[in-house]
């Protein structure tokens, strides 16, 4: 197509490329948006929902550790329920960014954004 051009015709390849990329991480943002992972702490009695992108959309406490005696306890038990939702997210979200760089043909561990 661009052949008489030189190393131009390279570059529309490449700018091809890059936007199908920026497309398909649209879009792979959209979807992130959709799966949820959930995070837990004190064996189960503290429970916190996210989506994969990391936006907290769910709690959910047993009324079994409800004791103002604990109270820094309970805190605790939120906090790390919450902290254990945003990490599987942010897992999450990386293992689907590496099936996407893996289809585009790009290098294993490569960060993208870039």
Do not use: R, Y
Not at 30 to 38: A, I, P, S, W
Not at 63 to 86: G, H, M, T, Y
């Amino acid at each position: 197509m661009l052949k008489g051009l030189g190393g131009l015709g390279d570059m529309a390849g490449m700018m091809k490329k890059a936007k199908e990329m920026q497309d398909k991480m649209a879009q792979m943002q959209d979807e992130l948006q959709n799966v949820m992972v959930t995070g837990e702490s004190g064996a189960g009695l503290v429970k916190a929902t996210a989506t994969a992108k990391g936006d907290l959309t769910a709690l959910e406490i047993d009324p079994s550790i409800f004791n103002s005696d604990d109270k820094e306890v309970v805190e605790d038990l939120i906090l790390a329920a919450i902290k254990d939702a945003q990490a599987k997210a942010a897992e999450k979200s990386q293992e689907e960014l590496s099936k996407m760089t893996e289809g585009l043909g790009l290098p294993a561990g490569m960060k993208l954004p870039f």
